[in-house]
């Protein structure tokens, strides 16, 4: 059975950073031909876009992560990292990874979820 898990996330102030990561196990290599996207929800909000990476590494931003975020991949390794910086309050949610075929931010392209984990930014 495959899975996404996230780890990485915390607690840290306001202008610091977090380097998140989403390993794949079970049939890794189905779940690694694929494209990853990190999403995130906050409390009281829906769950929203925030970066993707395709299979051949051709990334996209939610206008929120630009300049501040970077995703990047390493296939070898299983694994999809979200560098955050210059994290604000506003950054405060639980982020998840997903897989699927295309780096698009609509969510209902990905078939595959982590379960999250929990970045905290206080100011």
């Known amino acids: 059975q495959v899975q996404l898990v996230e780890s990485g996330g915390g607690s840290v102030q306001a202008g610091g950073s977090l380097r998140l990561s989403c390993a794949a196990s079970?049939?890794?290599?189905?779940?690694?031909?694929?494209?990853v996207g990190w999403f995130r929800q906050a409390p009281g909000k829906e769950r929203e876009f925030v970066a993707s990476i395709t299979v051949g590494g051709r990334s996209n931003y939610a206008d929120s992560a630009k300049g501040r975020f970077t995703i990047s991949r390493d296939n070898a390794k299983n694994t999809v990292y979200l560098q955050n910086s210059s994290l604000t309050a506003e950054d405060t949610a639980t982020y998840y990874c997903?897989?699927?075929?295309?780096?698009?931010?609509?969510?209902?392209?990905?078939?595959?979820w982590g379960q999250g984990t929990q970045v905290t930014v206080s100011s």
């Open positions: 997903a897989s699927g075929r295309l780096g698009v931010p609509d969510q209902s392209r990905y078939t595959l």
């Open positions: 079970g049939r890794t290599f189905i779940t690694f031909t694929m494209a």
